[in-house]
Each structure stands twice: as structure tokens, then as C-alpha cells.
């Protein structure tokens, strides 16, 4: 299997479950992303991990804790989420921290939903 | 404050009634400016990199540009499948690189 690949594609959650989504990349590339988009709103970077040194977004919430094995794959732990963080998950990869030539390669997202 | 606004927010156009999409950028540093396409459903998909003003870069229908303050995208006469959500994400450096996306355009075709 090429690209990136994340699962599960749809979570429905409740607010004192804990869950995981799951990301794995093909590419050869080593720094992996997590990024959370939300209806009409930019895409909002959580994570960063370039060889496997982590670089976060100081505004996350400590129920989102990331994970990160090797440079192949990327976990995103989940526990006591809210409502509002109901939105679309994309795992993305590149070679290099900036994106080089080619930018992000994204995979097709987890539709969370927290009810 | 690094900020990235697209325009317009949705785009209704007819079968080969060419059009642009804009993204104007207020960043320190730039390093690049990335478009990407999004179907329903999916992830961004790259679709051009530009570092420098005066710079173009096109692709089937599509054709970007990029100036000190802004990008384009030109559509040349658009087919229905070129319907999807259009990103522009600009690169900057400043105390270390950082990417920063547009809320999108949202580009919808008829046949």
C-alpha cells in the first residue's frame, strides 16, 4: 500500500471513552503531522513530528496526546474529548520539515465525532 | 501577525467559464506558497509549490501565480470534475519554519 493511510475512517466517541486514530505512511518521508480541520475554518496544525523529535502547538488540549514509534507511524491518543473537538483529522507526511518541492502528503482522514 | 485569507469563500461557476481563485498572504519570511485540492471526503492533494514572485506553475487546467502579496489560481475553462475545495498554504520562517493554511475556496462547476 502506497501514500498515507489513516484509520479508522469515521469515530463515533463518547466524552469519557479513549480512543486512537492511527496513521501510517509509505513514502519514505520523515516528518509526519497531525492536523484538525473544522468546517469553513484553516487547518490547524496539533503536532509535528520531524525525526521523531516532537515540535507541538502550545493551544492543544493535554486529552490529545500524540504518539510516534518510528518514522512510519504517527498515533493520536484520545480521552475525555468535548464536542467542539468533533471535526476531520488528517494525518500528513513530508520529506523534510518544510514540505520541500512537494509539499504535504495527507492522508484521507478520521471523521471524529463526539457525542 | 502571519495570516493567510482566501477568496472567495465559494465559487459557483458554468462549464468553461474560466475564473480565478486568490490568496493573499501577510507573513515574515516567506519560503513558499502551496495550493492543494480537496474533494469531499478526502485530503488535501499538492498540486503546486511557488517560491518567488513573478513565478507561475500550471497543470492541465490550472495555472498559479504569485506576486509579493498574493497568489492566484486561474481555471481555464473548468469542467465539472475541477469541482472541489481549492487550499492555499504559505511557508514562512520566522524563529522557525511554519506552514499556514487559507479556510479554503470551495469551487463548484456545472455542467
Known amino acids: 500500500e502506497t501514500g498515507v493511510t489513516q484509520t479508522p475512517r469515521h469515530l463515533v466517541m463518547g466524552m469519557t471513552n479513549k480512543k486512537s486514530l492511527k496513521c501510517e505512511q509509505h513514502?519514505?518521508?520523515?516528518?509526519m503531522y497531525w492536523y484538525k480541520q473544522s468546517a469553513k475554518k484553516p487547518l490547524e496544525l496539533m503536532f509535528v513530528?520531524?525525526?521523531?523529535?516532537?515540535?507541538e502547538n502550545n493551544s492543544v488540549p493535554s486529552r490529545f496526546s500524540p504518539e510516534c514509534p518510528n518514522s512510519s507511524h504517527l498515533f493520536l491518543h484520545l480521552h475525555t474529548l468535548q464536542p467542539e473537538d468533533s471535526a476531520l483529522y488528517l494525518c500528513?507526511?513530508?520529506?523534510?520539515?518544510?514540505?520541500?518541492?512537494?509539499?504535504?502528503?495527507f492522508g484521507s482522514g478520521t471523521r471524529l465525532t463526539v457525542v | 501577525e502571519d495570516q493567510v485569507t482566501q477568496s472567495p469563500e465559494a465559487l459557483r461557476l458554468q462549464e468553461g467559464e474560466s475564473s480565478s481563485l486568490n490568496c493573499s498572504y501577510t507573513?515574515?519570511?516567506?519560503?513558499?506558497l502551496f495550493w492543494y485540492r480537496q474533494d469531499p471526503g478526502k485530503g488535501p492533494e499538492f498540486l503546486f509549490t511557488?517560491?518567488?514572485a513573478g513565478e507561475e506553475k500550471e497543470k492541465e487546467r490550472l495555472k498559479a501565480t504569485l506576486t509579493k502579496k498574493e497568489s492566484f489560481l486561474h481555471i481555464t475553462a473548468p469542467k465539472p470534475e475541477d469541482s472541489a475545495t481549492y487550499l492555499c498554504?504559505?511557508?514562512?520562517?520566522?524563529?522557525?519554519?511554519?506552514?499556514?493554511f487559507g479556510a479554503g475556496t470551495r469551487l463548484f462547476v456545472k455542467a
Open positions: 500528513a507526511s513530508s520529506q523534510g520539515r518544510t514540505g520541500d518541492s512537494y509539499g504535504y502528503t
Open positions: 513514502l519514505g518521508h520523515n516528518a
Open positions: 513530528y520531524s525525526l521523531e523529535e516532537r515540535v
Open positions: 507573513v515574515s519570511g516567506l519560503r513558499g
Open positions: 511557488l517560491y518567488s
Open positions: 498554504a504559505v511557508l514562512a520562517h520566522t524563529g522557525g519554519f511554519k506552514t499556514i
